[in-house]
């Protein structure tokens, strides 16, 4: 079934039109990968499906709610004086968790992030803080997730656990839809390639 569904749309950065007369569906249960050179408008899609963009002309149709769908990029960070625990009570506290704890606990587990939790997130590598963002991100159960390269300084071990963890997600019947220039990380990953 159609999560995503656009029709005939178009989008121009001023002048300068991207994407024109678009005709495309994401299903619910799908991963996909947007594939295509450098330039050519594939984060721009990816915003656009965000309604971080608006189209000039045609739609854009989601079914998941938007509460429901998360974005996460390279420019997504944690906040730098706050450690993952904080995080967490903080996104309890503003919206119940739907996940169970067991679940959680077995990803910190399996991304062996057990030693990192209490850290304030300014003082951690890189990979650590995508692998934390990426716990944080399923833990609220998402219908949508949007990844734009997100996946660059996390190690392939790593890659190998957050793969499976995407397979199931979207077995789960959600839509997963992503943008990588580094597909030797994608080992593991099930998903229909778009190109673009
Ligand atoms: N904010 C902006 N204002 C004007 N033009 C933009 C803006 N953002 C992107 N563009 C232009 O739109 C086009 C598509 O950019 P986009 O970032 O969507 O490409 P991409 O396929 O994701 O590229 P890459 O693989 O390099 O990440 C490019 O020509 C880019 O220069």
């Known amino acids: 079934m159609p999560n995503i569904c656009i029709q005939n749309m178009s989008f121009a950065y001023e002048d300068a039109a991207v994407i024109k007369n678009l005709d495309l569906n994401f299903d619910y249960g799908q991963a996909y990968r947007v594939a295509g050179p450098n330039g050519v ?11 971080d963009l608006h189209p000039d002309s045609g739609s854009v149709k ?11 990029s390279d420019q997504n960070t944690l906040d730098p004086h706050l ?17 169970h704890e067991a679940f959680l606990t077995q990803l910190i587990e399996q991304l062996h992030m057990l030693p990192y939790l209490g850290t304030v997130t300014a003082d951690l590598s890189l990979g650590t ?4 963002l990426f716990m944080l ?60």
């Open 129 to 132: 803080k995508k692998k934390l």
């Open 83 to 99: 450690s993952f625990n904080d995080h967490l009570s903080f996104l309890k506290s503003v919206k119940q968790l739907r996940c």
């Open 137 to 196: 991100s399923l833990a609220q159960k998402p219908r949508t997730l949007i990844l734009d390269e997100f996946f660059s300084g996390i190690d392939s071990a790593g890659m190998q656990v957050i793969c499976g963890y995407l397979n199931a997600f979207v077995e789960e019947d959600n839509t997963l839809l992503f943008v990588t220039h580094a597909n030797e990380k994608l080992g593991r990953l099930h998903y229909k390639t778009i190109s673009f």
């Open 62 to 72: 989601i079914q998941s709610h938007a509460n429901d769908n998360l974005f996460l």
């Open 41 to 51: 408008g594939k984060t721009t899609l990816l915003k656009l499906i965000h309604e």
